[in-house]
């Protein structure tokens, strides 16, 4: 039976070189480029095609007279011929088992890193944002927050009462000082903590009433 490497380029030649012993069965090896069209003139005469990436069309194959098997190198045969119309015409499609399952495994990572390597820049501008905008947030409230809150503590100026009032409406105290009862009570007295919201509303009511009695 004779047997053609139908389709050995220039990539695939040293390969083969480093591969093929003494004692192996004698193979014509096919190194010009041919158009599909060709194809029953480049096997003719020949058993065994040996078939790395060209397709096999089957209008193309039934006019092989001679082909009995194609051994096929590659991944997925079926995308190069189509098995049930090679198995009709009494042609064995044969594969290498495990063949190029090391090459897809490491295709399928190197695009995987690529991909990851594409979308660090990314991923890294968006954090980088994100942590820009919540720490100039941060910056900003405290330069702003931390002098006026010492101001409106420490200092006594017109219209205290209505800012510690409106400070309260906003729920500021639940943030900027937590602590019992009493200590708030205490930091109330001192002048630190301005009165709650509920008490100064109150206090307010009582004023209006003992005015309009007076």
């Known amino acids: 039976m004779k047997a053609l490497f139908l389709d050995c380029n220039d990539q695939l030649a040293p390969v083969w070189q480093r591969v093929i012993r003494a004692g192996d069965p004698p193979i014509d090896v096919n190194r010009k480029a041919f158009a599909t069209a060709e194809l029953p003139g480049v096997l003719k005469g020949y058993d065994i095609a040996i078939d790395d990436h060209s397709y096999m069309p089957t209008e193309f194959v039934e006019r092989c007279d001679a082909l009995k098997h ?120 001192a002048g630190i903590l301005g009165t709650p919201l509920e008490e100064a509303a109150a206090a307010a009511a009582t004023s209006e009433e003992t005015a309009a009695q007076a």
């Open 70 to 189: 194609i051994v096929f190198l590659g991944t997925g045969p079926a995308s190069y011929m189509s098995l049930a119309d090679m198995a009709a015409r009494g042609i064995k499609v044969h594969i290498i088992r495990n063949y190029g399952d090391t090459a897809v495994a490491e295709h399928t990572i190197a695009l995987m890193l690529a991909a990851g390597l594409t979308l660090l820049p990314a991923l890294l501008a968006i954090v980088r944002l994100s942590l820009l905008v919540s720490l100039s947030a941060v910056a900003s409230a405290g330069l702003v927050g931390i002098p006026l809150g010492a101001l409106v503590a420490l200092t006594r100026f017109p219209g205290r009462s209505a800012v510690i009032v409106i400070l309260n409406a906003i729920n500021l105290p639940a943030v900027a000082f937590k602590g019992t009862d009493r200590v708030q009570s205490q930091a109330i007295r």
